[in-house]
């Protein structure tokens, strides 16, 4: 296996928690990647056929890690087991399975070698032959049991008989048989229908791997009355599992259904009302509505009402009071369920995306959806570049006669337009300006102070540049000079 070492040097990656075992009874060591973990106990967890686990004690301080496989100390000889737990965890799942502390603890001998592995390979070819044999002797013998499955020790020596039975069987005549015909020394051990789904294994109704071959040490007792209380049908195909017993899930959630139920009108209780007698038919015991009905048998005027008015009801009836019908809220308004494999969508930004652009402003393919599909409408654009003509036109260049270079540089500069190359020329003194009155009508392009031109973007007129040139000292008529600015 590569050893991956990190970037930051502390440590190695390490996937001994989920190593390489069997899924039945598995444990997930989180404390496997702790440096000096599996050194702190010499306890060690250790996984043989099927459901069958041990505690053996590391007195050699061999270094065991999750999937190694070992030869335990057994009687007589030796077995073959693979270690599926090491470190802190171990005493806690000792606790769990109920071992004392006082109780005798056997040890680890070695990992195991090749001329062990070539013993337990071939004590275990021959488990289905002993096991189909000894159902063939029991059977002759006249004894009501069933042998589920066979397991031969990891040396050979001693074979371990699984078998179910309704009552008490006196088998010692069917192990002085077992041991002539096999010539090893038999253990028999009863188990029962649910110990023996979990031995074999299998998918259930949902789906996924039988409980009692995963995770499920301790077996309760099933009763049908956790079928009622969660009003299940009692139908026996549906309540049965693979070992023909009740299931066991019926018990996972009848804990919240009887807490659900106490919450419910009695089921014997009927609601009175001006017109006739309703009848309990049936009830959502989550969603907490109760269905009633004017017959007994059958749904008739069926009415659906919440657990509080139920009770309403039932208290106006108690105080000698009947309402004129029942009348049922609501109820069918449920908030929008949440999509859960929503969050893992690649566009599930793409939302928030299209609400921050409806803010800023709108494209133009939106604004070609506004308008019907149509294209942009550009004739206001064009407008703007096009030259005035007629009166206009006229206005316009003596409202630029009347105005100096330097205003029309600054606003050109502040629009963003091009200005002519070299530096632009500024008067020394700023002097008193004389407005001249002027006879023509004022236009709508004139009221606007600071509007500009139509005719920015075209390169100006060098005549109109040499009309600007004016004198700067003109005579009046009464012999006096005027300064004239722009």
Request: hydrophobic share 30%; charged share 30%; aromatic share 6%.
């Given at each position: 296996?590569?050893?991956?070492?990190?970037?930051?040097?502390s440590?190695?990656?390490?996937?001994?928690?989920?190593?390489?075992?069997d899924?039945k009874?598995?444990?997930?060591?989180?404390?496997?990647?702790?440096?000096g973990?599996?050194?702190?106990?010499?306890?060690?967890?250790?996984q043989?056929?099927n459901?069958?686990?041990?505690?053996?004690?590391?007195?050699?301080r061999?270094r065991?890690?999750?999937?190694?496989?070992?030869?335990?100390?057994?009687?007589?000889?030796?077995?073959?087991?693979?270690?599926?737990?090491?470190?802190?965890l171990?005493?806690l799942?000792?606790?769990?399975?109920?071992i004392?502390?006082?109780?005798?603890?056997?040890r680890?001998?070695?990992?195991?070698?090749a001329?062990?592995?070539?013993?337990?390979?071939?004590a275990k070819?021959?488990?289905h032959?002993?096991?189909?044999?000894?159902?063939q002797?029991?059977?002759q013998?006249?004894?009501?049991?069933?042998?589920?499955?066979?397991e031969?020790?990891?040396?050979?020596?001693k074979?371990?008989?699984?078998?179910?039975?309704?009552?008490?069987?006196?088998f010692?005549?069917?192990?002085?048989?077992?041991?002539?015909?096999f010539?090893?020394?038999?253990?028999?051990k009863?188990?029962?229908?649910r110990?023996?789904?979990?031995?074999?294994g299998?998918?259930?109704?949902?789906?996924r791997e039988?409980?009692?071959?995963?995770?499920?040490?301790?077996?309760?007792?099933?009763?049908?009355?956790?079928?009622?209380?969660?009003?299940?049908?009692l139908?026996?195909?549906?309540?049965?599992?693979?070992?023909?017993?009740?299931?066991?899930?019926?018990?996972?959630?009848?804990?919240?259904?009887?807490?659900?139920?106490?919450?419910?009108?009695?089921?014997?209780?009927?609601?009175?009302?001006?017109?006739?007698?309703?009848?309990?038919?049936?009830a959502?015991?989550?969603?907490?509505?109760?269905?009633?009905s004017?017959?007994?048998?059958?749904?008739?005027?069926?009415?659906?009402?919440?657990?509080?008015?139920?009770?309403?009801?039932?208290?106006?009836?108690k105080q000698?009071?009947k309402?004129?019908?029942?009348?049922a809220?609501?109820?069918t308004?449920?908030?929008k369920p949440?999509?859960?494999?929503?969050?893992?969508?690649?566009?599930?930004?793409?939302?928030n995306?299209?609400?921050k652009?409806?803010?800023?402003?709108?494209?133009?393919?939106?604004?070609?959806k506004s308008?019907?599909?149509?294209?942009?409408?550009?004739?206001?654009?064009?407008?703007?570049?096009?030259?005035?003509?007629?009166?206009?036109?006229?206005a316009?260049?003596?409202?630029?006669?009347?105005k100096?270079?330097?205003?029309q540089?600054t606003?050109?500069?502040?629009?963003?337009?091009q200005?002519p190359?070299?530096?632009?020329k500024?008067?020394?003194?700023?002097?008193?300006?004389?407005?001249?009155?002027?006879?023509?009508?004022?236009?709508?392009?004139?009221?606007?102070?600071?509007?500009?031109?139509?005719?920015?973007?075209?390169?100006?007129?060098?005549?109109?540049?040499?009309?600007n040139?004016?004198?700067?000292?003109?005579?009046?008529?009464?012999?006096?000079?005027?300064?004239?600015?722009?």
């Amino acid at each position: 296996m590569n050893k991956f070492i990190l970037k930051n040097g502390s440590g190695s990656l390490c996937c001994k928690g989920c190593g390489k075992q069997d899924n039945k009874l598995n444990t997930y060591d989180w404390l496997a990647d702790i440096p000096g973990n599996a050194e702190t106990e010499d306890m060690v967890e250790v996984q043989f056929k099927n459901t069958r686990k041990g505690y053996y004690k590391n007195s050699n301080r061999i270094r065991l890690e999750k999937g190694d496989i070992v030869a335990v100390e057994a009687s007589p000889g030796h077995d073959i087991g693979t270690v599926t737990l090491t470190g802190r965890l171990v005493p806690l799942q000792m606790r769990k399975a109920n071992i004392k502390p006082d109780a005798e603890i056997r040890r680890i001998y070695r990992k195991a070698k090749a001329v062990d592995m070539e013993k337990y390979h071939e004590a275990k070819s021959r488990e289905h032959d002993t096991m189909i044999r000894s159902r063939q002797i029991a059977l002759q013998l006249g004894l009501q049991m069933k042998i589920g499955d066979v397991e031969y020790q990891g040396d050979g020596n001693k074979a371990i008989f699984y078998y179910i039975a309704d009552e008490r069987v006196d088998f010692r005549q069917l192990i002085k048989v077992l041991a002539e015909v096999f010539r090893v020394r038999i253990e028999m051990k009863q188990i029962g229908a649910r110990q023996e789904a979990g031995r074999i294994g299998g998918i259930g109704p949902c789906g996924r791997e039988l409980c009692c071959a995963t995770w499920i040490t301790n077996f309760v007792s099933v009763s049908t009355s956790a079928a009622r209380y969660q009003d299940i049908s009692l139908n026996p195909q549906k309540l049965a599992g693979q070992c023909a017993k009740l299931k066991c899930c019926l018990n996972y959630e009848v804990d919240a259904y009887v807490e659900c139920l106490k919450r419910l009108p009695s089921k014997e209780i009927t609601l009175e009302t001006a017109d006739s007698t309703y009848y309990y038919f049936k009830a959502d015991i989550l969603a907490g509505t109760v269905t009633y009905s004017t017959d007994k048998n059958f749904l008739a005027n069926e009415v659906t009402l919440t657990a509080r008015q139920a009770f309403e009801i039932i208290n106006m009836n108690k105080q000698g009071e009947k309402p004129e019908k029942l009348t049922a809220e609501d109820i069918t308004k449920h908030t929008k369920p949440r999509d859960l494999l929503e969050q893992e969508s690649v566009t599930r930004f793409d939302k928030n995306k299209k609400k921050k652009k409806k803010k800023g402003g709108s494209t133009p393919a939106q604004n070609a959806k506004s308008n019907g599909g149509n294209k942009p409408n550009t004739s206001t654009t064009e407008t703007k570049n096009t030259a005035p003509t007629g009166k206009k036109q006229k206005a316009k260049s003596e409202r630029t006669d009347s105005k100096n270079e330097e205003p029309q540089a600054t606003a050109q500069q502040g629009e963003g337009k091009q200005l002519p190359a070299g530096p632009i020329k500024q008067p020394q003194k700023k002097l008193p300006t004389v407005t001249a009155q002027s006879n023509m009508p004022a236009t709508a392009d004139s009221t606007v102070p600071n509007r500009p031109a139509a005719n920015e973007n075209k390169p100006r007129n060098n005549r109109n540049r040499n009309n600007n040139r004016r004198p700067k000292n003109k005579p009046t008529d009464n012999g006096e000079t005027t300064a004239i600015n722009g």
